[in-house]
């Protein structure tokens, strides 16, 4: 055996010094402890993590990561299983007082504490101690703090019995745009890529795959293990506020993109002039998998895409999704045929989240038609039992999405629990049904309380050895990925390494390529030269009197153009979180990345430009309710006043105990919160008279174009992008080359009409040029273009 350190250095106060001993002859993983003691047997060098001075099989980086997993297991008790059920609530590092996560440091706010950015709060020592071992991490300061702080829960957790180590996981954090849903979060200088329909609107998964392997690297730098992600749901309902992360409502594409995604990120590759120094990266047991791995957390089973009328399930008024269609079966292929069957080593994603919601007429499960009570999709047996582990045979970690078993917020309104279908029973029985069906782990609990009584429930109805044998089963799931990724040999990270490798020239680069070719070019309309482009295309009289060399496109813009940008303005609001957002007036120039002169005064400029964001509303009012309506309304994808005249009569699903039976919304009217950003595009239009106006539309959603599209020249989509990347596109520094990744719908009533588990079966909007809107259709500088993507990925509207 060799010497070790004293326990108490784990978890001292200042930085953990590491102890790093490679193998001998460079066989095998490097082991770097701080305490730990190390074992030599066969000339090899093995952590005593258990500290009994004899190599246990769960130390024994020989064998595959399932076996060493199993063993682990059997030694943990009930409480240490369950605390590996449970997930830690965000984690920012540092822990501010005014942040929306914030801890103490000795009993005292950061700002007066005198810690450092990277030291443990008092909560988090507290939940590494009761077992906690999957941290969700949110903001980090910046990498080398982000690698010392993974580095000292590591030496923290390495000191207590069995010594496993942290599997820090986070929500997306590499998107070019800002965050419209959940704590999507950054550390400062990641590589930054187009927003998922950006991403799609590339239409080539072998991007996918390099964006996936770039991420993955930055993660694990940044000590983050897990990816909750990516967003693998058919994206078919275009009102649905969560569609933008989405690779859209083709199946082919998104599932080609999920089998990319999740083999870039999971499978361990060490680029030639890289291996210095990593000997045993990959692992000699479990196939792609290593030190360069982050497991993926696929969502959200069965497909969160289809809500009533596009209704989000984070809240109660948008609890159920439909199937009018039937169209259940095309919204598992993401998932069957993509992330359960991956073509590189790892071979199958290592991870799934079922939606909050409940599937509504979906065929075969309790769907609230058989004189059931229709459940949520964790609690739903026939989708996790039946379908997920049965029928696809998945044996990976199952999680619940976040706050699915507190109990319910009084207000359907609000950003509250979900708990669908199961508000009657206890928390504690929440937790035994959802484990009866083949959950793992609950996301958003951080309380163990819960999970130790669900296991006590079912040792009295089903015997002390079935429960046991039930709560190993989830244990060495969960163990399984960390001993994939190397943890349990080498958790710790070198911060300058980190700092190094998070936003690497390289990696930075190919993500601002992605986000320039994820632009979309819908509109460019010929015009006259005088000077500068006119806004109007010369008429069939005139434009025999128009030489040829005189006529030429809208974009690309001289660089000396002067611009008009003009200021938006926002009416009161409700957030993601449903608070009250008060309206504001916006200015959309990104400043330091427009390369053009701007002016104030639309008379002096060359051009306007008009960046607006798709339509946004809100589907559910307070006011409305009591004023004795149900409190429904309408999500509108146009920007003046809605009425919804040819919606359903009454709403497919329902039933709550907070509310009347129908949720139908027929002959109701919502606007959009930014309807002035039409207004600013017509007085754009007013303003320039014969000069040109160009609109960039912020994409959330496939937004209703015929209100503004024949009074302007040209049009770009961004699906999530910086803003240097828009304005090198308009200064023609690149060719525009982005596809819609979906049909842009000619009105409400066509969105009305269609069935929100079907893509592709709404008529797409025709411009004034005679172009449609349509899946794949995007312009180049030269025309629309037709190049093999197009020809890979083609569609067939609904019905045909």
């Not at 490679?22 to 090899?44: F, K, N, S």
């Not at 419209?180 to 950006?198: C, D, H, I, T, Y």
């Not at 969502?299 to 596009?310: C, I, N, R, T, V």
């Not at 000077?531 to 069939?540: C, D, F, L, T, Y």
Request: net charge negative.
């Amino acid at each position: 055996m060799h010497g070790s350190r004293r326990e108490d250095e784990c978890q001292q106060s200042g930085e953990p010094a590491l102890l790093r001993q490679p193998q001998p002859g460079g066989e095998g993983p490097e082991i770097v402890t701080v305490c730990a003691p190390l074992i030599e047997v066969e000339g090899r060098i093995f952590k005593d993590l258990a500290r009994t001075g004899e190599l246990l099989p769960y130390e024994d980086w020989r064998l595959d990561a399932s076996t060493r997993a199993a063993d682990l297991a059997g030694r943990l008790s009930v409480e240490q299983i369950a605390g590996l059920m449970l997930y830690s609530p965000h984690q920012t590092v540092p822990a501010l007082p005014d942040g929306p996560f914030p801890g103490t440091y000795g009993g005292k706010d950061y700002d007066v504490s005198g810690a450092r950015p990277w030291d443990l709060t008092d909560q988090q020592r507290r939940m590494l101690a009761d077992g906690v071992r999957h941290v969700l991490v949110m903001n980090l300061q910046d990498a080398a703090t982000a690698a010392r702080w993974n580095n000292a829960m590591q030496a923290f957790c390495e000191a207590l019995p069995l010594g496993i180590p942290v599997n820090a996981s986070s929500d997306p954090r590499n998107g070019a745009a800002e965050a419209s849903a959940e704590f999507k979060g950054g550390a400062g200088g990641v590589s930054r890529w187009p927003e998922g329909l950006g991403m799609a609107a590339l239409f080539d998964p072998e991007r996918m795959r390099e964006c996936a392997s770039i991420i993955s690297r930055e993660y694990r730098a940044l000590g983050i293990v897990t990816a909750l992600g990516p967003q693998i749901d058919l994206g078919t309902e275009p009102r649905w506020m969560r569609l933008e992360d989405t690779w859209g409502p083709h199946s082919r594409l998104v599932t080609d993109y999920a089998a990319a995604y999740c083999d870039g990120m999971q499978t361990s590759q060490i680029p030639c002039g890289e291996c210095v120094g990593e000997a045993g990266t990959v692992s000699r047991t479990d196939p792609g998998w290593g030190r360069h791995s982050v497991a993926v957390m696929v969502k959200h089973w069965p497909g969160g895409g289809s809500g009533e009328a596009g209704r989000d399930a984070h809240y109660g008024f948008g609890k159920f999704a439909v199937y009018p269609a039937g169209n259940e079966a095309e919204h598992l292929q993401p998932f069957t045929e993509g992330a359960f069957r991956l073509p590189g080593p790892t071979g199958c994603a290592a991870a799934v989240m079922p939606y909050y919601s409940i599937a509504w007429g979906y065929e075969g499960g309790n769907d609230g038609r058989d004189g059931q009570t229709p459940r949520g999709n964790s609690y739903n047996r026939y989708l996790i039992h039946g379908l997920l582990r049965g029928h696809c045979g998945y044996d990976g970690v199952v999680c619940t999405d976040w706050g699915v078993t507190a109990d319910p917020d009084p207000e359907i309104g609000e950003f509250g629990k979900r708990c669908y279908g199961v508000e009657d029973m206890s928390v504690a029985e929440r937790h035994l049904l959802a484990i009866d069906n083949g959950v793992d782990q609950f996301g958003g609990n951080s309380d163990i309380g819960p999970i130790l009584e669900a296991y006590r429930l079912m040792a009295r109805r089903d015997g002390q050895r079935m429960a046991r044998d039930r709560f190993e089963a989830s244990a060495t799931r969960l163990l399984r990925t960390s001993f994939r990724c190397g943890l349990f040999e080498n958790p710790y990270l070198d911060p300058e390494s980190s700092t190094a490798t998070v936003g690497r020239a390289d990696f930075t680069s190919t993500g601002k390529a992605a986000q320039r070719d994820s632009l979309v070019l819908l509109k460019n309309r010929p015009v006259g030269v005088s000077g500068v482009a006119g806004s109007r295309a010369p008429s069939a009289d005139s434009a025999a009197n128009v030489s040829e060399s005189a006529v030429h496109p809208t974009l690309p813009l001289t660089s000396d153009a002067t611009v008009y940008v003009p200021t938006l303005h926002r009416e009161d609001s409700l957030s993601f979180f449903r608070t009250p957002v008060a309206a504001h007036d916006v200015d959309p120039l990104r400043v330091d990345s427009c390369p053009l002169r701007r002016t104030h005064d639309p008379r002096k400029a060359d051009v306007a430009v008009v960046f607006i964001e798709s339509p946004l509303s809100n589907p559910y009012s307070v006011d409305d309710r009591e004023k004795g309506g149900n409190g429904y309304l309408p999500l509108t994808l146009q920007y003046r006043p809605y009425t919804a005249r040819t919606a359903r009569q009454r709403s497919i699903a329902s039933g709550d105990f907070r509310e009347s039976a129908d949720r139908g919304y027929r002959d109701k009217t919502n606007r959009a919160v930014n309807a002035s950003d039409l207004n600013a595009v017509l007085q754009a239009r007013a303003d320039m008279e014969e000069k040109p106006v160009i609109v960039v539309v912020r994409m959330h959603n496939p937004a209703v174009l015929a209100e503004f599209e024949p009074y302007v020249d040209a049009i770009i989509v961004d699906f999530g992008v910086e803003q240097d990347a828009v304005w090198e596109l308009l200064t023609g520094a690149f060719a525009p080359s982005g596809l819609l990744p979906l049909a842009l719908p000619t009105d409400m009533e066509a969105v009305e009409a269609h069935c929100e588990d079907l893509p592709f079966d709404y008529e797409p909007y025709a411009d004034t040029e005679g172009n449609a809107y349509d899946f794949g259709y995007g312009m180049s500088f030269g025309g629309v273009i037709d190049d093999d993507r197009t020809h890979r990925y083609t569609m067939k509207r609904g019905g045909e």
